[in-house]
């Protein structure tokens, strides 16, 4: 199995900037990929930003050159950068391992971010 525990989460104001962060209870390195989500009220989860084992990062088209997603593998922690803010993007945030080494797919518990306007 593999434990994620998301950190960083808060209130800010549109414009601002939050850092997410995700400790894994495993080496990411073995991970095949790493991501985040996130669910808004009333609408399905979605991706928000994925990173492999490699280090290739994908991102949905609606933060595009705003997130930035990392991997420090000595530490196995995964971090989202959130640059620019919008209303829109206030969701409960969670972390996802990609792991069929580890018996699956994993989630963390989830993290609230609210921008307000």
């Known amino acids: 199995q593999v434990q994620l525990v998301e950190s960083g989460g808060g209130l800010v104001q549109a414009g601002g900037s939050l850092r997410l962060s995700c400790a894994a209870s495993r080496s990411i390195f073995s991970i095949n990929a790493m991501g985040w989500y996130r669910q808004a009220p009333g609408k399905q989860r979605e991706l928000v930003a994925t990173?492999?084992?490699?280090?290739?990062?994908n991102y949905a088209d609606s933060v595009k050159g705003r997130f930035t997603i990392s991997r420090d593998n000595a530490n196995n922690i995964v971090t989202l950068q959130m640059n620019s803010l919008k209303p829109e993007d206030t969701a409960v945030y969670y972390c996802?391992?990609?792991?069929?080494?580890?018996?699956?797919?994993?989630w963390g518990q989830g993290t609230q971010v609210t921008v307000s306007s």
């Open positions: 996802n391992a990609y792991a069929p080494r580890y018996g699956g797919n994993y």
């Open positions: 990173i492999t084992s490699t280090g290739s990062p």
